[in-house]
């Protein structure tokens, strides 16, 4: 934090503002427009590189930058932000939207990845991280509560088998969610796992089977 | 690791009889499975409550805080001298008290601090040593150690009172307000923010319940609950470091030790608790 | 030489009890370190507890028993002023000794 000592020479409102900011005994805080340009300051020069875990993290994108306060973004923006997310969302080549839920119950126990104690920002590195805010399964007790439970996911949603008829858009609808979470809720407090290359094409397909594989234990 | 009750026949020679009841109990026991079967016998919620109770007698942060008086009162550094005089914003030496109203603002180095920035001023200014050297060293070395040690015995001294964080000072207002900012501010890969967790009331991670702190959580929670012992590693952890695997597991970059982004968050989070009663140093999971 | 035992002796009723705190790192030889060598075993094994120099209570422990091990037991004919003894060793024959006043 720098120290500034401020004449009486400067031009007022500007001068006044930055004065407040860095002298004690002020009686006013700089207006929410000067807070919010510090504490941007703040956060770029606290932190610094870690392993693969590199300050560059912080550089916010629209989704970031209008979801970080109090207040949600306006419709304009908040629509905005989900047709770019739309719009970026890789679907499955050959159109092939399940894998193996055995392998997607893995990945969702699997909270690994992307920290700076990790080795290698591959996807193959990294767990989905599921459980540690839904439940999904009935048999794991140990589940989060941040995001909504997706016990019998598929289930409840029709999906009896492959040829569905509410399959298909169903698999688009879900895919979408888990490729980029902000296609569908500008703010969502869920990872955008396909959007940053958390989890691969391969991943993603077994975290779909976990939850709408008719034999999954999800929809038992 | 299973827990194992060890009765111990008494071996005595004269002076009496001793009856004995030895429960031989460590931090670090797990006696939870978290299969089905388990949770059939008692919810998983009471099994974990009282797990913490058990916890609760023998809090190895208890050789934390002997260590930080030992330190506190002992001549040391360059300048070989003790800390006694260190101020920590209630006047030179008065430790009493101090823990629940930091972070707070230092007129000698123009800054607001929290508890562990300002020990190491007062290691810099009175025993001479490098706090720019202490601030890049890891947590769990050398004098970072001592650090710890230091804060988990002059949050002690605060046992129980309630934190009241001075706003009087613009700085103070100024650092809460960059706190809020920093605390809602959404950023690396996975988009998570601090109140991605801690912006609702009532939500878990896993099993690990968590507290709103956009407000005063209640006694004991939250803020008022570190420096803390963790069992689960062994390991004493200040605000500080707490702080620092947050974002760790935020996937955000490395947040320097004592930098402003967690002194302003410190402000937050304990202006917020103003009235929470101070459970420091606590034990954990 | 480790560092010092928080030892607690207050009576309750006929009885002291005592709670003692030791501080060790109690390594089960079996975790392994980032470079992925096992860590030596290293914990204590023997611990006496004794009411005016007489033993009241031996203990074996095994790498069960976790980092910073809390001991606690009740000794029945106990009185205020009597002095409370713990001594440890563990397996590399380390010993510490420490003591405390029922109060």
């Known amino acids: 934090m720098e120290t500034q000592f401020v004449t009486s020479r400067l031009r007022p409102t500007l001068a006044a503002a930055a004065a407040c900011a860095v002298l004690a005994g002020c009686a006013t805080l700089p207006p929410p427009a000067e807070l919010d340009r510090q504490a941007a300051a ?42 770019e997310a739309r719009a970026g969302v890789k679907w499955p080549s050959g159109g092939v939207y399940l894998g193996d839920w055995r392998e997607g119950e893995r990945l969702a126990q699997n909270g690994r990845g992307m920290t700076w104690t990790d080795p290698s920002t591959a996807a193959t590195a990294n767990g989905g991280n599921c459980y540690n805010c839904h439940k999904i399964s009935e048999e794991e007790i140990s589940h989060g509560t941040l995001g909504p439970s997706l016990w019998n996911y598929g289930k409840n949603r029709g999906i009896t088998g492959l040829d569905s008829p509410t399959a298909q858009p169903i698999f688009e609808y879900t895919w979408m969610k888990l490729y980029n979470s902000k296609s569908y809720n500008a703010c969502s407090n869920m990872p955008r796992f396909g959007h940053f290359g958390l989890l691969n094409e391969t991943q993603l397909r077994h975290l779909m ?9 999800v929809n038992r | 690791m299973t827990r194992r009750t060890i009765a111990a026949l008494a071996g005595v020679l004269g002076g009496g009889l001793a009856g004995i009841l030895a429960g031989a109990m460590a931090g670090g026991l797990a006696l939870l499975g978290t299969g089905a079967a388990w949770a059939q016998t008692k919810s998983a919620a009471d099994g974990i409550a009282e797990y913490r109770k058990m916890l609760e007698d023998g809090n190895p942060a208890d050789l934390f805080e002997a260590r930080g008086e030992a330190l506190w009162k002992r001549a040391r550094g360059p ?23 930091l972070p707070r603002f230092f007129a000698d180095t123009q800054r607001v601090q929290d508890l562990e920035s ?31 040690a230091l804060a988990t015995w002059v949050a002690a001294e605060s046992r129980g ?20 900012r920093a605390f809602f501010f959404r950023g690396g890969p996975y988009d998570f923010s601090c109140a991605s967790c801690h912006g609702e009331e009532g939500k878990r991670i896993r099993m690990q319940d968590l507290p709103l702190l956009t407000k005063n959580p209640g006694d004991g929670v939250g803020f008022a609950a570190w420096p803390a012992y963790r069992v689960s590693n062994g390991q004493m952890w200040s605000m500080q470091l707490r702080l620092n695997d947050c974002f760790r597991q935020q996937r955000f970059p490395f947040p320097g030790f004592g930098s402003d982004v967690t002194i302003a968050l410190g402000s937050y989070m304990g202006v917020n608790a103003k009235g929470a009663q101070s459970i420091a140093p606590a034990i954990k999971r | 030489m480790a560092d010092p035992m928080r030892i607690r002796a207050q009576m309750q009723g006929d009885k002291a009890v005592v709670r003692v705190l030791m501080s060790h790192e109690m390594e089960t030889g079996q975790r392994r370190d980032a470079a992925g060598r096992l860590v030596p075993a290293w914990f204590i094994q023997d611990v006496t507890v004794s009411l005016n120099g007489k033993a009241v209570l031996t203990v074996e422990w095994g790498p069960a028993i976790a980092k910073n091990p809390f001991l606690q037991l009740n000794v ?19 010993t510490r000794t420490d003591e405390a006043t029922v109060s």
């Not at chain 1, 912080?58 to 949600?72: F, H, M, N, V, Y």
């Not at chain 2, 810099?124 to 601030?135: N, P, W």
């Not at chain 2, 309630?162 to 809020?180: D, I, M, S, V």
């Open chain 1, 209 to 217: 089977a976990l939850l709408l594989d008719p034999r999954s234990p």
């Open chain 3, 76 to 94: 029945k004919g106990a009185k205020v002023g009597d002095k409370i003894t713990v001594l440890w060793k563990d397996n590399k024959n380390d």
């Open chain 1, 42 to 83: 703040m956060i770029k020069a606290s932190f610094r590189d870690e392993g693969i875990a590199k300050v560059d993290r912080i550089q916010q994108d629209l989704g970031q930058a209008a979801c970080s306060s109090e207040q949600p973004p306006s419709d304009e923006v908040a629509d905005r932000i989900m047709q």
């Open chain 2, 118 to 148: 300002r020990l190491v001023t007062c290691m810099e200014t009175l025993q001479g040593f490098d706090g720019a050297a202490i601030a890049r060293t890891p947590f769990g070395r050398d004098e970072q150690n001592n650090v710890t």
């Open chain 2, 79 to 101: 300048k070989n001298a003790t800390l006694e005089r260190c101020d920590l914003g209630k006047g030179p030496g008065v430790v009493k008290g101090a823990f629940v109203e």
């Open chain 2, 161 to 180: 009172l309630r934190f009241n964080l001075p706003t009087g000072n613009a700085e103070e207002r100024r650092f809460y307000e960059l706190g809020k």
